[in-house]
């Protein structure tokens, strides 16, 4: 039996597209701000947007490669980018599928119906993690993105040495996510599941290989805001207003047209 057909039969996958506008409300969940008309976002909205279109491309990207997936929008060179962040999404899915099939069975209280719902909880946490991070903080001054790679490297770091570095409280689904995995999954577990560690062992390397990418890619820069202005700077040189409404129109004809995955 694959991993998938372990899953409700009806695939619990297809909500995972949800409308474009929902989604956006739902990953604001306790933070206490609203996305309004894109014609009037001031720039810390514009920022989330940002981050939230980069989010849904990567996804697409993880369900390309999940299910073989045909889809020409991913054809678009812009898009090519966000192919690393699709790969680690795509591994925590197969993390998701292998800790929840097992997790159901030892523990009676678990609140994820299937896999795709855990999942969806996780960018749930983490599209919130980023949204109290660009509205909570304030203005930030011209820098690189390397502190936010350090992050990464630190939260790597401790997940290799058997470590949670996310928090219950704020981040409780993916927090549980690595508890099991590490749980039954890691290296120095006498105890582990072989079908949880492989899941595991390859969730680390999609991390790993990401941060790479961040760090040597030309096309990840870092973002801040600066005299309530949207700013991206690359490499070393002067930081630019990025314009977002382009992107905004081609990234709107992919999320008019979800596509199901049957």
């Known amino acids: 039996m694959s991993d998938l057909a372990k899953l409700d039969p009806l695939n619990p996958f297809n909500y995972l597209f949800d409308p474009w506008d929902k989604e956006i409300l739902r990953s604001q969940r306790g933070v206490g701000y609203q996305i309004t008309n894109p014609d009037q976002f001031g720039a810390r909205q514009l920022n989330y947007l940002r981050h939230m279109m980069q989010e849904r491309v990567a996804l697409l990207w993880c369900f390309k490669h999940m299910w073989s997936l045909d889809i020409p929008e991913l054809n678009d060179e812009k898009f090519k980018k966000f192919e690393p962040r699709g790969l680690l999404l795509q591994q925590r899915l197969r993390l998701c599928i292998q800790c929840h099939w097992y997790y159901k069975t030892v523990n ?50 401790n997940l290799q040495c058997g470590d949670n570095p996310y928090s219950a409280n704020d981040m409780p689904n993916f927090w549980t996510l690595i508890e099991v995995a590490q749980r039954f999954g890691h290296k120095d577990n006498t105890h582990k599941i072989p079908d949880i560690a492989n899941a595991w062992t390859a969730y680390l390397k999609a991390y790993s290989a990401y941060i790479t990418f961040m760090d040597r890619s ?38 008019k047209k979800p596509r199901k995955l049957t």
């Open 108 to 157: 009676s209280d678990v609140t994820y119906r299937d896999a795709g719902h855990w999942f969806e909880e996780c960018r749930v946490d983490s599209n919130q993690e980023t949204a109290t991070s660009i509205f909570a903080e304030p203005e930030q001054k011209r820098g690189s993105k390397k502190a936010n790679i350090e992050i990464c490297r630190e939260r790597l770091h």
């Open 218 to 255: 030309p096309d990840v820069g870092h973002w801040f805001l600066f005299n309530n202005q949207l700013m991206l700077q690359q490499g070393k040189g002067n930081a630019v207003k990025e314009i977002m409404p382009k992107q905004t129109k081609t990234l709107n004809r992919i999320y």
